[in-house]
């Protein structure tokens, strides 16, 4: 399929990328409903690592059949599928070619005691990614954690195998840890900071939460006030962060975070619409309602994104 | 051997395998009386690391010998036997291809300061496993601990390793450590989230605890009471375990525990069975007893697992 | 082009050196305005990661796009660029050949736990700056931290690999840590201590502070007293720390810290040139300006080094 | 020279083990006076390093040279002569092919902070043992101390590589640390304990202490006396201890301590004999005495391994 | 050039070597005015990292240079050179061939926190010694400090290296850390065992501190007064270091230490030439000097060592 000017023209961003992970970039931004739209919506399903399985998935059962998660992705026309290395290998031959894989390299959960440093654990490799045909890799990193340097580390060497295996890198940039407020987490000035750090690693797909329009550092605070950069609305607030990724050089897809009523699901998307945002990435809003349910919504969030609602 | 449906049927689960892989689950899988059943009876034998030579072995002294736990194994008709580096190397030629074996890769033991965190070391190579000609590593994760997630990429990379030369891979799931009271080690909310973890990490087979009705997550309990997860029962927890193992997808056994009453060990294996859950690994309850017993208990149970009893 | 006298006369002091480096060296010091004269100007952009984005390129928000920095760097005739990874990734292609670039290989950032060492992450490597066609890697240490031990190991295995690749190495010695006061990061002792640390390292290119007439070690303060050693003036402290980096035999460049008056920064180049220094790496007082009075000013700044100011 | 009845059958214990490994044991197992009767005396000449020279040597101040105890050894008869790189290189040639070598491949001090955790440096390496002509490493353990579980991964892959190029591995497994009262380092439950740990983790030879009466866990006393485990002379407990290596399927030799009178140590190696151990590691009790009384010593030890005393 | 028979008898004791790094030995132990006899002057000029460029060379500006260093010591007819990286990289082309050099591989410095365990960083590679011409590294060890079985693995790691590549490998045993007083770092009974320690761990020439009649370990203190060991004079101290430098049969040279009067220096000279000591390692008290003043001081060591003064 011959990539649109859209398309064509993101691309061009990638302007240090070899063939092989512009290949896997545009295989993404090509897929499902949204393909050569330059938007896009991933259907991420880690919650099982990080809730366990009855929270994630008792709402509704079928959920805990991996096999329902390839098969939402697929018919709902998503552009993506990112899930940890179990989930993917439980699914990965019977839809082999249906949908853009992203492995979640890294993972955490709620087992893990308080007053440990808020870190992820590498589940899976590159060569994993491979083995299962994925387009790319995703990890997490905790800017603000003590285990926020060696995180970056982690992602660095992996994103440097991934691109030369070409395999396209997706950063999820979630500021956690001694260093912030619980409000800090998503501050704007945080959440501009987050997609800036994810973009100077090196990510090609950042992830970060929608904002609040809190301030949390006192330094920041004062050159934003200086400044009067708008961060009033959620569209101005997505605006900055794109900004703040390379001045809309690289893709921001943002989060939905915990269920909540579809109207606000589609404020949200909306905002990010308006703001330049590329896109979201939804799991518990989607996997949580039942399936026609979950189908209906994606369609709906499809529309904003074409910009017919 | 020809495989049999049931057999195949779960073969097919495992989807992301290689043949090395998917020929050595079939092994333990064929093997023994439960052979094409898809139920497995496994004796593991870690005890002398974890209690130490007495507390294991001197209710019934013939089990100092490691030969003697190859020979139950094989004449019980078990489907394998898991033991550490040591206690395989000493039968290894003997009873070469008599029995498949799982290679316990790590290992704690009871003279680790109490203040340290739950851990364990590695002490046998996937290479170890190949040279001695096992069909599986073994390897024990701790989720809950604050090694935790070394231990996840620990079991991440060895499982790559081992899944690379055609080898399976077992995990013992044992939730413990700072995040975790007592009770909540043997939770259902805690076992279902262990069994989903090893599904997550990519074990092939996983190995959890029976569990209590308690639930130890105040988020878990709120969606298992407003969700009415039937825990009511053993058969229940099973069937809720299997749930979470990628809605059975996944093969899992069941760990028995300290020595306790026959009568006790056929209720737990019922309750498996009729959850759905895939056997048992059954230790202390079969070496410490003596041989003769031993023998007539496995027989009681692999009738139990045939449907028999 | 045929190198200056001056410029072989410095490269002569590499000696054992291979032709790789002393090139990516010669390539640095022939270029721009003050190619061939011995005088160096960089651009650093490491702002985004160490500050945050809106801190950074608020002031001037045509900053936020990494190809602006490029283009200043290319129009005022600098030396070189140096940044990480992202910005270099995001104009590589379009900027190839154009001016030498240093791929700044790790970084901090504002969202470490105060109470975490003073330490940085690497976010690139050796390889990354082949790819891009860098001449030269960028590497922060730390003395005076508790994790500075490890990063004079990080970047003496990193400076190996580079130099035995032909990319010369910029060394950043910036004292800080548990060992200093707030004042005694600039002291002139601790300022020739961190020359002289980057020399011993093998640092091609050394970056330090300008500093103060504050003496923070005790045993030190006795020596300059004892020897008289001048440290009344700018140049005499520049001079000082060109004698602390082998007697001149090293090049030796001077940040210029936070955005400040013009005539201020004039002073500090002039202080430079009279002690002998190699010439300024310079960023927020560039490219928080307007672009137009960046170009004025690094345009005076050049002329400063050319001694015509 | 043809194994004997008796080192056939301890060689074919080891039934996992390659001809290289079988081969070096053989070597030990043949050497000497005692060569082909399955009993071992070793001289080991690691005290330097634990005690320091003066507290080691100035005794018997012959003994500070290396060449000394590679003499001793040969001249008494032993079957090997175990020591640390140093030691074994100041002679390594001048002796080459007189006794058979163990090459202490990790060693502690004196000097280590009483705070730090009970840990040994490696301080040399499978290549240096077969550089030396070695035909074995010896490498020390801390069962009960926090740095507990890497030592046996440290000797987990030291002793894989060691056997994958025919050498074999002698455990020193010494429990101490912060699990363990002084009482409970040489308390018999926790000797048996220490032998079954070094087995499991595939020692070739397993040196212990001898050991108490004194029961040091309470779960293990527990069973120690519901079973009425033997343990009342040092006789029962080596061959406790025996039982714990497998059933006596793998060598063990018992260490001396400090230096004793010869009543004292005479009576410790006829209850190794009567106890079925394989023999002594003796060390101070050797070349702390006068050549001559030493040579006299270790002459009388053999004739009590042999029978003869 | 032959080598004579004093030197030939030393290197007849490092028998496990290869003929490369006898070579190293021999070239160091034949340059110079004392070549052949067996003793040995080396100049280390690594202050410049411990203490600062101030402290180390502003008493005698000239040295601030590299090159200096290297002309005084082929000027003095010295035996070797020893330096960081940095320092022997200035000068290697110019001065190559010219004089035997030791590459300081690890280093510390002044701006370490004080609470810090004692520790130096790794700063150079045996194949930067190869790449520059050098005949052995160098590497201090600290034992005492909690990071001093870390050292001893590095050392252990990197000579293995650098034997197996011709390198001899000198240590400079500093011991130093939580587990001694102030007054123990001198201690005749901590310097011996600093030699001892050395040696094990296979120096081929170790160097240590001249030292006092005090006893800092207790256990120690009633051997040596058990024993009678003469400490009295410096000669005795420096004999009773050669014992346990296996005998003799190591090479020792002996530190200077701070700046002292000529008179000082010359009775330290005769202490280690008349305790058999194998000469000095000589820094400050020669770099500190005016460099005729060092060169006058050089050649009267040199008389001293051959017996004329």
Redesign the interface.
Known sequence: MKATRTVQKILS?????NPGVKGALCRMLMHGKLGGTGKMIILPVDQ??E?????S???N?AA???HYHFQLAIDAGLNAYAA???????????FAGQIPMILKAN??????????PK???????V??AL??GCSAIGFTIY????A???M??EI??MR?EAAAKGLATVIWSY?R????SKDGETAI??A??A???A?????HIIKIKLSTDHLE?P??KK??EE?K?DISTQAARVR?CM??A??G??IVVFSGGAKKGASSVYDDARAIRDGGGNGSIIGRNTFQRPREEALKMLSDLIDIYKGKA
């Not at 961003?13 to 990328?17: F, K, M, S, T």
């Not at 809730?51 to 929270?55: C, F, I, K, L, T």
């Open positions: 961003y990638y302007e240090a990328d099982g690592f809730h366990g399985p009855a929270r998935f008792a709402p059962p805990y059949d991996p940890p290395l179990g989930m993917l290998e439980a699914g990965a031959d019977t993972s955490a959960n709620s087992l893990i005691p308080a007053e440990a870190d992820q654990a590498i589940t899976a490799s060569d994993d083995r299962l800017p603000g954690s003590s926020g340097l060696e970056f580390e660095s060497e440097e500021p840890g001694e260093a912030l000035d945080i501009a900071y997609a800036q750090i973009a100077l690693l090196g990510a550092l330094e920041a050159v934003y400044q950069i900055h900004q703040a390379f001045n050089r690289r």
